[in-house]
């Protein structure tokens, strides 16, 4: 199919490489930490004409306003309760637009990430070497990234080697450029193009996790390539934190292990997730969360997973809560 060009592309006269684009973020916030997510918007708002904030009913929303309100371009829109990420996208982008057209590129973020400084001119300006017949049809660009626990974290989150060999390979579709193509790319620190964003929209129902996956590849049908950038251009943190005998580890809680579960179990179904990316996404957060509370975890971690699995089989969506979920989530919570 052909690719429509981006509107930041489009001038009459004078030389392409002079048009600036527009560039607006969204960032997604759910009682985060505010010294991280102060970084975190005085990374972006030099590289951005606009940030938006879209707050899932967080407690701290006064700090969140005030901290808000010491950058010009950055708008805070708290809801009042847990929406999701992927609806939190939606209304960010919705707000971006309100009064005007999407931005040329819209940047959309977690709110523990940390973009490098000059990371989107350093997108931008790859994509613009690529030539105007290739770039065009980028339309999704993710920032590669790296993360780096503080010091008193142990990153834990590590699948057998074997399996992400195997699901690096299935996501990898070839080097272009600066950039590699993939199946799929994480959604913080991700270019979206304004033309994506008019025809494919995040999935409301799979509220959090794996809703990345499904952009791409709602984005890819459409002809939109994929891609992520060679340089390393993100700080970006895995999970929540546990202490356990005397040190903190990194690790995805009761909650996120039966999202992922769910929805990497309805995605694969649907030929959305590879076979060996559902099992290295789902082995990864189970091996993460037993390693981080013990052997005594595993008939919980297990029955997590089941029910997980079984809504995914069923099609059960949306924002779901178990008790026996939440019970599993206290219990480690104040270790």
Request: net charge neutral; hydrophobic share 40%; proline share 5%.
């Amino acid at each position: 199919m052909r690719i429509p060009t981006s509107p930041g592309s489009q001038h009459q006269g004078g030389d392409p490489s002079d048009v600036q684009p527009r560039i607006g973020a969204v960032v997604v916030t759910y009682h985060p930490d505010l010294d991280r997510l102060r970084a975190s918007l005085g990374r972006l708002v030099p590289q951005t004409e606009r940030v938006v904030v879209i707050d899932n009913g967080s407690s701290c929303v006064g700090d969140l306003q005030a901290l808000v309100a010491t950058f010009r371009t950055v708008e805070l829109v708290p809801l009042d309760k847990n929406v999701g990420i992927a609806t939190g996208f939606n209304v960010g982008i919705d707000r971006l637009a309100r009064g005007g057209p999407v931005p040329d590129w819209v940047l959309t973020m977690d709110q523990d990430s940390l973009l490098h400084e000059g990371a989107v001119a350093t997108m931008l300006a790859d994509l613009d070497r690529l030539g105007g017949g290739t770039s065009q049809r980028f339309g999704i660009v993710g920032a590669r990234w790296s993360t780096a626990p503080p010091p008193d974290e142990v990153e834990v989150s590590r699948p057998i080697s074997y399996l992400r060999r195997r699901a690096d390979a299935a996501d990898d579709l070839g080097p272009v450029g600066e950039f590699h193509r993939r199946h799929r790319t994480i959604s913080s620190g991700s270019l979206i193009r304004g033309e994506v964003l008019e025809s494919v929209r995040f999935r409301d129902e799979l509220f959090i996790d794996q809703v990345d996956t499904a952009f791409c590849f709602d984005a890819s049908r459409l002809g939109w390539v994929v891609a992520e950038t060679d340089a390393v251009l993100m700080d970006h943190r895995i999970g929540v934190s546990v202490e356990r005998r005397g040190s903190t580890r990194s690790y995805e809680n009761g909650q996120r292990l039966y999202y992922i579960a769910r929805n990497s179990t309805y995605l694969a179904l649907r030929g959305v997730l590879h076979p060996i990316m559902y099992l290295v996404d789902v082995a990864a957060v189970c091996r993460s969360y037993v390693f981080a509370h013990g052997r005594r975890s595993v008939p919980g971690c297990l029955a997590i997973v089941l029910v997980g699995v079984l809504d995914g089989l069923t099609g059960r969506l949306g924002r779901r809560e178990y008790r026996f979920v939440d019970r599993e989530v206290k219990r480690y919570a104040t270790r």
